[in-house]
């Protein structure tokens, strides 16, 4: 069993920074691919990157490419995504999660465990 909490969320303009966290609990998240997700009010729930269980590959939503970089550090059993340039329309409530595999997965049904989310609000 893994239990996740996110942090680092809040209110930012237009073309700041946000550094999300994601900790982890349980001694098996440094043997599982973990990843974000972010759901905007009314839209459904999508991908914005994810990463291996130690931090060797990773993959990015293409509207995030060059702006967002996630990274983990298994042995304070933390996963992080640093967001520059936020754009208004990342605006979301931005969730971690945890699969049941070590290889970077993508999608949301492949994810077991799931924080309860931050919310990030970008001013204009």
């Known amino acids: 069993q893994v239990q996740l909490v996110e942090s680092g969320g809040g209110l930012v303009q237009a073309g700041g920074s946000l550094r999300l966290s994601c900790a982890a609990s349980?001694?098996?998240?440094?043997?599982?691919?973990a990843g974000w997700f972010r759901q905007a009010p009314g839209k459904e729930r999508e991908f914005v990157a994810a990463?291996?269980?130690?931090?060797?590959?990773?993959h990015y939503a293409d509207f995030v490419k060059g702006r967002f970089t996630i990274s983990r550090d298994n042995a304070k059993n933390t996963m992080y995504l640093q967001m520059n340039s936020l754009k208004p329309e990342d605006a979301a409530v931005y969730y971690c999660?945890?699969?049941?595999?070590?290889?970077?997965?993508?999608?949301?049904?492949?994810?077991?465990?799931w924080g309860r989310g931050t919310q990030v609000t970008v001013s204009s």
């Open positions: 999660a945890a699969a049941d595999f070590s290889w970077v997965v993508t999608r949301t049904t492949e994810f077991d465990f």
């Open positions: 349980g001694h098996t998240f440094s043997t599982r691919a």
């Open positions: 990463i291996n269980y130690n931090g060797g590959s990773t």
